[in-house]
């Protein structure tokens, strides 16, 4: 296969949104904001064929369904013994029985979308044909099923016309590479231009949207592209994953686009005060913002499947269609950080701060050795008190792809949006810093550090901004952060306000550091590396342990104590403040 190139020729010059904008740029409230106040949730049919081990079929619809914000039900058309190994055995029920089911649910529920997934024969793919054109849905995703991912056959070969004649009664069709080329009774396409030309040729002859799956060619980018009736195209990047855990990818991304493409439509009907019955229309945006909410959930999906530790090993093991509800639910926890509970160590010693080793519970996890060295005792117990938190930090999907330069621009744009609102009260608790200090250096170090967030790295982020939409205000994070980093400052001992300002010369320090052995002339955020991992900021971070490590000598124990929540707190403030843009938009 040759390589594929990073983007298709044809996809749009911006991909990804700015936060809180939609593709064309036209401001837009982020999905997790509309969820917050119950929206309606999009009633998705799947028709399709069973999968007993739960990887594939109406199994992974239904569960794909309900990950993407919507109500899932079900109709079969095939029962099948399969597994992660291969399809084993087929029985198709009586023909009466599939009338019989969707009469069952059409009649009782108003359906907003419907996923039709794996048909089997020629008698079936009319039957479900003949019924959709008697009961219109806004919206049909159809996921061609030919071959399975284990390469079993679960189309008949003489059933392939009959499916080619559905094509134009649906508004999208996912196929993998080996089914487009079926469809179009070519060759499989080796490349994305050559899958492009079949798609748009299936789109102008078809008038339905083409989704171009990546994940059968090659190279880095393992995106999704939607290619319209006029052949235009959108293309959603994500990079490709080294994982077996693939089983049920072609029915979990067609149902959960199938699904976004019912909130789009129910956002656009609440939008327009539209009357019972009254549909709109999915725009080419619709389309592509779906398929970028589809592609990154799957992504994420496939990443954790082999965590699910389901299957033999000798086959292809299901992903993990509830790896975002988990991590979404662990970022929601309202139960106290550990360090601001714990008063003994796990050897029973009180946490008194008489001396460093009584200072913090021990991290679980070795911190390592920091690129900028503690000044002394008490800066060496909070870096190895925070190894745990600090690991968290540089496992984030936002940090690894930040190093690598994958991260999507719209995540960077919402990080950074933040950041520019963060540094302007950062800038006010070094000030404030800097008067209560009890030297002439410390105060001189504050203050210039209190300017320097104001002027050079608002400077960056202003200018990166300054042609991109902001959310205009600060997220609930930020300013958590931002308000405990001022009262500290202002309102505590002058070691605890000291404390709390240090993780964000500290750490970003370190993150820089650690990222910068990527940086390039070419890496689309060098200049973030630049700045973070370079000398003269660890220059100023060294000063800053200094002043801290000075703070902790002259410090009585309570107040130690004190001060070293305050420095752990702030640590996990940084772990949350990186990780807001994928909680607010992935």
């Known amino acids: 296969m040759a390589e594929q190139p990073t983007a298709p020729s044809c996809a749009p010059t911006t991909t990804n949104p700015a ?75 009586p023909l009466e029985f599939l009338t019989a089911q969707l009469a069952a649910v059409f009649d009782d529920v108003a359906v907003d979308a419907v996923k039709i997934g794996m048909l089997g024969d020629a008698d079936t793919i009319r039957t479900v044909r003949t019924w959709l054109s008697e009961h219109p849905v806004p919206v049909v995703v159809l996921d061609p099923v030919m071959i399975a991912s284990s390469g079993d056959r679960l189309l008949q070969a003489e059933a392939e016309q009959a499916l080619r004649d559905l094509v134009p009664l649906v508004d999208v069709i996912t196929p993998n590479i080996p089914e487009l080329a079926v469809l179009c009774q070519k060759e499989p396409a080796q490349t994305f231009d050559e899958a492009h030309e079949q798609a748009a040729n299936l789109a102008a002859a078809t008038g339905t949207t083409v989704i171009v799956k990546g994940g059968h060619l090659c190279g880095q980018d393992a995106g999704n592209t939607a290619v319209f009736l006029d052949g235009t195209c959108a293309h959603v990047r994500t990079p490709r994953l080294d994982s077996r855990n693939t089983h049920g990818t072609g029915c979990s991304l067609s149902s959960s686009l199938a699904t976004r493409l019912g909130v789009e439509l129910l956002q656009h009907t609440e939008a327009a005060g539209h009357a019972a019955g009254q549909q709109s229309v999915l725009t080419s945006e619709d389309t592509h913002r779906a398929l970028q909410w589809s592609t990154r959930w799957l992504h994420e999906s496939i990443a954790a499947g ?18 975002r509800a988990r991590r979404l639910e662990a970022a929601a926890s309202a139960y106290p950080w550990h360090h601001l509970l714990a008063t003994t160590d796990s050897e029973g010693n009180i946490l008194d701060g008489t001396s460093p080793e009584r200072l913090l519970p021990v991290s679980p996890v070795p911190a390592g050795e920091a690129v900028v060295k503690p000044a002394g005792p008490w800066t060496a117990a909070l870096w190895a008190a925070g190894g745990e938190t600090w690991h968290q ?12 330069g994958t991260l999507d621009e719209d995540l960077f744009a919402f990080y950074l949006d933040q950041d520019a609102l963060y540094l302007r009260d950062y800038s006010r608790a070094l000030a404030t810093l800097s008067a209560r200090a009890d030297t002439a250096e410390a105060q001189v170090h504050w203050a210039a550090g209190a300017h320097e967030a104001i002027a050079a790295e608002s400077q960056l982020h202003e200018g990166w901004l300054a042609n991109r939409v902001r959310l205009g205000g600060p997220s609930p994070i930020t300013m958590g952060y931002t308000n405990f980093l001022r009262a500290s400052a202002a309102g505590d001992d002058y070691v605890v306000g000291a404390a709390a300002i240090l993780p964000c010369y500290w750490l970003y320090e370190e993150v820089g550091a650690v990222l910068s052995s990527q940086n390039h002339a070419d890496h689309p955020y060098a200049e973030w590396l630049s700045m973070y991992g370079g000398e003269e900021f660890a220059a100023d971070v060294a000063r800053s342990l200094a002043e801290v490590e000075r703070a902790f000598e002259a410090a009585s124990p309570a107040q130690r104590v004190r001060a070293a929540q305050a420095y752990l707190s702030a640590c996990v403030y940084e772990r949350e403040f990186f990780d807001q843009a994928h909680r607010a938009l992935r």
């Not at 082999?306 to 790896?323: F, I, K, M, R, T």
């Not at 930090?393 to 690598?404: E, M, Q, S, T």
Request: hydrophobic fraction near 40%; proline fraction near 8%.
């Open 393 to 404: 930090i540089l496992d984030l999907p936002f940090v690894r792809a930040l190093g690598d």
């Open 19 to 93: 936060p809180g904008a939609s593709a064309s740029g036209n401001p837009r409230e982020p999905q997790t904001a509309r969820a917050a106040r119950a929206a309606r949730v999009p009633r998705v049919l799947s028709i399709a064929g069973t999968d007993p081990s739960g990887g594939a079929g109406i199994q992974a619809d239904l569960k794909s369904i309900a990950a993407s914000g919507g109500y899932g039900m079900c109709v079969t058309t095939s029962l099948v013994a399969q597994n992660t190994c291969g399809v084993r055995e087929v029985f198709t029920p």
């Open 306 to 323: 082999a965590g699910l530790q389901v299957g033999s090993g000798e086959g292809h093991g299901p992903v993990d269609h509830a790896a």
